[in-house]
């Protein structure tokens, strides 16, 4: 009987939605990075099943003719039920794999989809409702049950169609639903602050208060309508009126709560603006006048190099939203630390950052690109540009723009290719873009673009981005132009250590592949934060956690190692790094990294010796240029007494004090007035300068340190290469100029450094009147 009882239920549509929304999240648990309570779980079951639960309970409700009241209670229990159906198949999953986080996880889950369906099942009874006033007998009968699936339909996807429409018309990329919850916009940013989705969920909370009370003061008449009576309780309707009141409130202060934002909102919270020929600099007043005006001088700069780089010009004014810094750029439009562009908006958001600007021209190449865009987001796609292509839109923005850095993305991909760990450019160019691990995937794609640019010209990479088959343009299929591409990587020499390095840099799993990223991220930000106030027991403990959850992390070791050092059990700290550094199982970087941590150590408490045969050990392998100079300096302070205090004072600290640049600066100036003939404490007075943003000051500096003779490798090189970044700062074309001359001949600059620097220099030509 009990039996019959449940397969009855199972099969009215409350047990088919309940039933669907435990089979859905089952089945989605089987997903990597799915599985267990957490936000990817509550986004995905508050987009799909809220349609589901509001569809099956408007057509239940609307073959029932009891009290509007209880019709409501009825579908808010079907929600109910279809949350509780979530959370099982959720526990289910997370049992089976483990929580990540289960406070927050169930917190997200309920906060988000969980109230979101019982949301859904009050919307069903109100689409039930509405459905009633349409004849239920006759020819037209059939439209009153269509109609409960229209009217069912339309709340859900609304609410989606809003959240859209938001995300079009204005800078935001995040998302408040009341079905749905959270959405955070960007799958680059892993660690998620959701404190104000509690602040929304009052505003639903008012909603549903207020819903209930009209629901009370419904009356069913004759013909089945739903009609409303007084009955005389006016502290109930007052409650009524003020619940609603309340909603409307929390809706309106949108802006101010973090619901939402509008371009209009969000300029008025900055406040600063400064305008150019092409560029329109949105930036907050806290920002000095002087960073500002150089970021906006920057801007036109690259608008004018990328638009040469593409051979086609974007649009007219560019607007650029300059935030202090990623706590306030993911207040106001949602992405903290993943700089963003709008190309349909001709917009681009990004934080401060020292000059030059590491994304800015990046962000603006995805701008131009948009004069040869498809569809209403101008950007690279198939389906008229509806579904994305982000390999391409990327690919053009990382070979329009590159990064300064010591290897370009022709040779960094050729390192993956002898790592044999270069993805196909069939996975690169589809969205399987977003499984790889993203350092890897901008990379590769950015090389590949650049090397269709220099091949077949900025014509056919437009063309490619506008529509058009790559195979019709070059008359190649996409595998003979990768074989192509293999033959030419397979033409570039790599020293041993770019695999080293490669292999550090792009060897790591992507987003869904790793196992709770975004707690091992958060524990590890929060460890960091922790280490710098002091807090090392709590760091300890923030970096235990992280490896309960990444276990072969070598980089958690080596942060563990960090805090050890720092804290009471230096011993312990040392023991660890030396077990990685002996550990043949460990990845090279990570060996590396624990010699020369345990070279620090030595030098701060005086065992020179010792530093600089751990310092000789690592240099083969190292190909970073600013690691590379580090350790030349460090071994010049092996050698050299007076100069030793100075600069363990400036990079490590002297024995268990943390570094101290102010008093390493007096320290280098004795040093530098008292030996005229050399340039290194020049440099290094220089390099503080720079770091401060005085880049008159620092040019002095440089200028006297490349006067002198400096016999510590890489620094001359670095000396050169801050001289064209001051100058360029300073808008001083003529001195870049000269100084990239005598940078160009300097035998060990890579060529993807040189390639920077000439970068800067044409930066500095093209707009230095801004300045």
Not at 5 to 33: D, K, N, Y
Not at 312 to 332: D, N, V
Not at 670 to 695: C, E, M, Q
Request: hydrophobic share 45%; with cysteine; aromatic share 8%.
């Amino acid at each position: 009987m009990r039996w019959s009882a449940l397969i009855s239920r199972l099969r009215t549509p409350s047990g088919i939605a309940i039933a669907v929304s435990l089979v859905f999240g089952l089945a989605m648990g089987m997903v990597p990075g799915f599985g267990g309570p957490g936000y990817e779980i509550a986004l995905v079951t508050g987009i799909v099943m809220p349609s589901v639960v509001a569809i099956a309970t408007a057509i239940e409700l609307g073959r029932r003719d009891d009290a509007p009241f209880e019709l409501l209670a009825r579908g808010a229990s079907i929600g109910a039920l279809a949350t509780v159906a979530t959370f099982v198949a959720t526990s289910i999953h997370g049992l089976r794999n483990g929580f990540c986080d289960p406070l927050s996880g169930y917190e997200i889950v309920a906060l988000g989809p969980g109230i979101g369906l019982v949301v859904a099942g009050a919307w069903g009874w109100a689409a039930s409702e509405l459905a009633r006033f349409l004849p239920d007998r006759g020819a037209r009968a059939r439209l009153r049950r269509v109609a409960r699936v229209v009217f069912a339909l339309a709340g859900p996807l609304g609410g989606i169609a809003v959240s859209l429409a938001r995300y079009y018309t204005s800078p935001i990329i995040f998302a408040y639903d009341p079905f749905a919850g959270y959405f955070s916009g960007t799958i680059y940013d892993t660690v998620l602050d959701y404190g104000t989705l509690g602040t929304y969920r009052l505003g639903t909370a008012a909603t549903a208060v207020a819903t209930i009370v009209v629901a009370i003061h419904l009356r069913r008449t004759e013909r089945g309508h739903a009609r409303p009576a007084l009955i005389g309780r006016p502290g109930l309707l007052a409650i009524g009126v003020v619940a609603a009141l309340a909603s409307a409130i929390v809706t309106a202060s949108g802006p101010r709560l973090g619901h939402w934002n509008t371009r209009a909102s969000i300029e008025e919270e900055l406040g600063g603006r400064i305008e150019g020929d092409r560029c329109l600099v949105v930036y907050a007043r806290s920002l000095r006048p002087e960073r500002v005006r150089r970021f906006a001088a920057e801007c036109e700069a690259h608008v004018a190099l990328v638009e040469s780089w593409w051979g086609a010009r974007g649009p007219e004014k560019i607007t650029a939203f300059l935030f202090s810094g990623e706590g306030e750029k993911a207040r106001l439009m949602g992405a903290s630390g993943t700089n963003v562009a709008k190309p349909w908006r001709a917009e681009v958001y990004v934080q401060d950052m020292d000059f030059p600007h590491r994304v800015v021209g990046h962000e603006l190449m995805h701008v131009v690109a948009a004069s040869d865009g498809q569809g209403p987001f101008r950007v690279a796609g198939s389906w008229g540009g509806y579904l994305p292509n982000p390999g391409l839109i990327e690919g053009v923005a990382v070979a329009a723009s590159p990064k300064e850095d010591d290897l370009s993305p022709m040779e960094w991909a050729k390192a993956m290719k002898d790592l044999e760990i270069l993805p196909r450019l069939s996975q690169l160019f589809t969205l399987g873009f977003l499984g790889e691990n993203s350092s890897m995937a901008y990379t590769v794609s950015g090389a590949f673009v650049g090397w269709i640019h220099d091949e077949y010209g900025a014509e056919v990479v437009r063309r490619w981005y506008g529509g058009e088959a790559l195979e019709s343009l070059t008359h190649k299929s996409l595998a003979d132009l990768e074989a192509d591409w293999h033959v030419a990587l397979d033409r570039i020499a790599l020293a041993e250590a770019a695999k080293v390095q490669a292999k550090a840099r792009f060897d790591r799993p992507g987003f869904f592949a790793r196992r709770c990223p975004r707690i091992v991220d958060q524990c590890r930000e929060q460890a960091d934060v922790m280490a710098s106030s002091g807090d090392i027991d709590g760091a300890l403990e923030q970096l235990a956690r992280a490896r309960s959850f990444d276990p072969d992390n070598p980089s958690l070791r080596l942060e563990e190692a960090s805090a050890l050092v720092a804290g009471t059990e230096r011993e312990k700290g040392l023991a660890l790094y030396e077990t990685i550094a002996n550990d043949p199982n460990a990845p090279a970087f990570a060996r590396d990294r624990a010699i020369e941590a345990l070279g620090d150590q030595a030098l701060k408490f005086g065992d020179v010796d010792a530093a600089r045969a751990r310092y000789e050990s690592v240099l083969p392998r190292i190909i970073d240029e600013a690691k590379l100079r580090t350790l030349y300096v460090k071994l010049r302070a092996t050698e050299d007494a007076e100069l030793r205090v100075a600069i363990v004072t400036l990079l490590l600290g002297v024995g268990r004090q943390e570094p101290d640049r102010t008093a390493a600066a007096a320290l280098l100036g004795t040093i530098d007035r008292d030996r005229p003939n050399d340039g290194l404490a020049a440099y290094l007075l220089a390099r503080h300068f720079v770091d401060a943003g005085s880049y008159e000051t620092a040019s002095a500096h440089l200028d006297r340190a490349l006067s002198r003779t400096i016999t510590v490798p890489r620094v001359r090189i670095e000396a050169l290469r801050l001289r064209i970044l001051s100058a360029v700062a300073i808008a001083d074309c003529p001195a870049a100029a000269k100084t990239l001359v005598d940078y160009e001949r300097e035998p060990d600059v890579s060529p993807s450094r040189v390639d920077f620097a000439r970068s800067l220099v044409a930066l500095c030509e093209a707009y230095p009147a801004a300045r």
